[in-house]
């Protein structure tokens, strides 16, 4: 079982930057885990993940150069830094945790986080 708790969403100019935090507790040495985000009106999309135990990582093209996942094995948590926000990165901001073999395959996520929102203002 894994537990996953978000944080770090908010309202932010166009332009700027904010750090989301996605806490994991519970058996996660062997897992990926991945950051989404859901706009109103659309599917949930992957924007990244990471796998625990080497930390490789993975990104969906509009994010390269602007989104950065990382994870601080000591506090158990996955972060997203997030620069250069657009409007069009507003949505829902969700992480997840899985045993994963395609990093971008929402169904291979068993453990999902609330979510948090991010809102970028123009």
């Known amino acids: 079982q894994v537990h996953l708790v978000e944080s770090g969403g908010g309202l932010v100019q166009t332009g700027g930057s904010l750090r989301l935090s996605c806490l994991a507790s519970g058996r996660i040495s062997n897992v990926g885990v991945g950051w989404f985000r859901q706009a109103p009106g659309k599917e949930r999309e992957a924007i990244a993940a990471?796998?625990?135990?080497?930390?490789?990582?993975h990104y969906l093209d509009s994010v390269k150069g602007r989104f950065t996942i990382s994870k601080d094995n000591a506090k158990n948590t996955v972060y997203l830094q997030m620069h250069s926000l657009e409007p069009e990165d507003t949505a829902v901001y969700f992480c997840?945790?899985?045993?994963?073999?395609?990093?971008?395959?929402?169904?291979?996520?068993?453990?999902w986080g609330q979510g948090t929102q991010v809102t970028v203002s123009s």
């Open positions: 997840a945790a899985g045993y994963t073999t395609t990093w971008d395959v929402l169904s291979q996520y068993r453990y």
């Open positions: 990471i796998t625990w135990s080497r930390g490789s990582t």
